[in-house]
């Protein structure tokens, strides 16, 4: 459903320098597959998102949703890769119009893309408030009237609202209240339920979140992924030091011992001048001198099942 391949994104700074927000990331998800997509602020996974969609352009590699090259398309090409593939983003209120009433906003994409009007309309609208457990008492109010959860309900019924068959859910959930990140979390995890073909890239710097929603997590740190596999190996046997270093900050379930804290020190680098070698070498505390400083890892297999870029995994199998 969604081929990431070798994706790049840079942005220029200046004259010969530029932030190299995505830098060689590949990802497939397979139809009614949910992947997450997590990693420190500044990962570059919003940048993956967005140029998954053709939010943004590209600066190199290829982008396929169904099998279509989407990579360069223009007007109506990307006009219909938008009408089945949405995005929803962390902060619920900046994505709707303070003026519109949230009938209008909801109806916005069903006005846009086809031609139900009229009583039809008003029927859809209500059908995907209920559906997102909004009565019918919101249709005429404006975002100022809602709650953050509820706006964010909002954006999800008119991100459901043309059918899509891609959701790219960018941290849906961080600018909520925890109470309310919870029903969210419900829902969507209902939502898949009801939509088992429905295909999600799940954007989140909270691991746990990830747990909940994904069958597969891809772990990306300083434009590039370092490590992918299912939830559940990457959960129970992490090998990249990186991954092992956020597991360890992620508190467990009751009644499990919580191994060896390995605490990352200092700031993700600036990806305008990432480090040389593997991009995590400064800050990684098993990090081999002369080798990892020097040299960038390769994706390998893992005896875990998972696909990893470390220098160590080659150096344990020796
Ligand atoms: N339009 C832009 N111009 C210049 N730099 C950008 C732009 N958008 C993002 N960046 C930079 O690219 C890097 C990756 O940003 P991105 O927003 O993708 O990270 P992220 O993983 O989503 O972080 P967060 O968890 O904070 O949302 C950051 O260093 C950011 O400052
Ligand atoms: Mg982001």
């Known amino acids: 459903m969604l081929e990431i391949e070798d994706l790049k994104v840079h942005f220029p700074i200046g004259r010969d320098s530029a932030v190299r927000a995505v830098d060689g990331i590949s990802l497939s998800l397979g139809a009614g597959e949910r992947v997450g997509l997590v990693g420190e602020s500044g990962s570059g996974k919003s940048t993956v998102g967005k140029a998954a969609l053709r939010l943004l352009s590209p600066t190199s590699g290829r982008i396929k949703i169904a099998g279509v090259d989407i990579t360069k398309a223009q007007g109506k090409a990307l006009r219909h890769v938008r009408r089945k593939a949405q995005m929803i983003f962390q902060d619920p209120h900046s994505s709707l119009n303070p003026r519109m009433t949230i009938f209008r906003s909801v109806a916005e994409p069903l006005i846009l893309h086809t031609r139900i009007r009229g009583r039809a309309l008003n029927g859809q609208v209500a059908a995907l408030l209920e559906r ?25 019924a008119r991100a459901l609202a043309l059918d899509p068959t891609l959701l790219v859910l960018d941290e849906p959930t961080s600018a909520l209240d925890v109470s309310v990140q919870a029903q969210i979390l419900e829902f969507l995890k209902e939502l898949h339920g009801q939509r088992p073909d429905m295909t999600s890239l799940f954007i989140s710097h909270d691991l746990a979140v990830v747990r909940f929603l994904c069958s597969r997590v891809a772990v990306m740190y300083l434009g590039r992924i370092v490590e992918e596999g299912t939830t559940e190996q990457v959960f129970a046997a992490p090998q990249h030091p990186y991954t092992r270093a956020l597991l360890s900050a992620v508190p467990l379930p009751q009644g499990r011992q919580s191994g060896n804290r390995i605490r990352l020190t200092g700031d993700i680098p600036s990806p305008a001048n990432p480090p040389s070698g593997c991009p995590f070498h400064p800050r990684c505390p098993e990090a081999i001198a002369g080798v990892c400083d020097v040299m960038e890892p390769v994706f390998e297999q893992s005896g875990a099942g998972t696909s990893v870029r470390c220098h160590l995994l080659t150096r344990n199998a020796a």
């Open 132 to 156: 997102v457990g909004l009565p019918g008492q919101f249709l005429h109010r404006f975002p100022h009237e809602l709650s953050g959860g509820q706006k964010q309900r909002v954006c999800i």
